[in-house]
C-alpha cells in the first residue's frame, strides 16, 4: 500500500509506526513479566473511558480529553476491566506466559455467534486478515459489560503482538 494511505483515518485500523507511537503500548519487558493491556488507541478523539475503567489509575488521559491513553505499566496488574469499556474496540490484555509454548490474547467482540470455550477459532489482525489457529480459553459475558462480550484465545507466542480478534464461528444448523 502507498505510504501516504497508510494508519487509521484511511483503512480503519493503525499502521505499524502509529503503533510503534503509541502511548498506551507496554514495553517488551513488561510484556514479558505476564498479564497486560495493550492500548492500541491511536487516534486523537474525545473519549475516556479507559482512565475510569481502570481501579488502579494505570490509564491516565494526560491533559485535554482529546489526548492518547498512556499506560502506566508498572501499575497496571492486567485485570482488563478496561478492555470491554473501550468504544473504540482498541484495548488487549495480552499474557505472553499463558504457557510454555502460548500466548493469551483477550479481546473486546461484538459478533454473533459468540464461540465456545475449548473451540478452535481462526483468529486475524486489526485487518481481518488471518493470522493463525487459536484455542478459546473463555468467553465472558457480563452484564455490566453492556453487551460487550470478552473472549480470551490461546496463541502461539510468536502471533500475540498481532492477533486482535477472531472469525465469528460457523452458525450452527436448526
Ligand atoms: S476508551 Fe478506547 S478509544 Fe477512548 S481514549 Fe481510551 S483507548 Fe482510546
Known sequence: MNKAVEGVLYTGFPSKEELAACPGVPTAERMAKGPVAVI?????????PCAGA?????????????????????????????????????????????????ASVEFPYEYLPLPEKGMEVDAVNWAGEQVCSARVLRVQEKESNDGTVVIRLAVPREYAGEVRSMKPPPKKEM
Open 54 to 102: 481502570c481501579p488502579f489509575g494505570a490509564i491516565a488521559i494526560p491533559g485535554d480529553i482529546t489526548m492518547l491513553p498512556e499506560l502506566d505499566e508498572e501499575l497496571c496488574t492486567g485485570g482488563g476491566s478496561c478492555v470491554p469499556q473501550c468504544p473504540g474496540l482498541a484495548i488487549f490484555l495480552v499474557n505472553m506466559n499463558y504457557s510454555e509454548e502460548e
Open 40 to 48: 492500541e488507541c491511536v487516534q486523537r478523539i474525545p473519549c475516556n
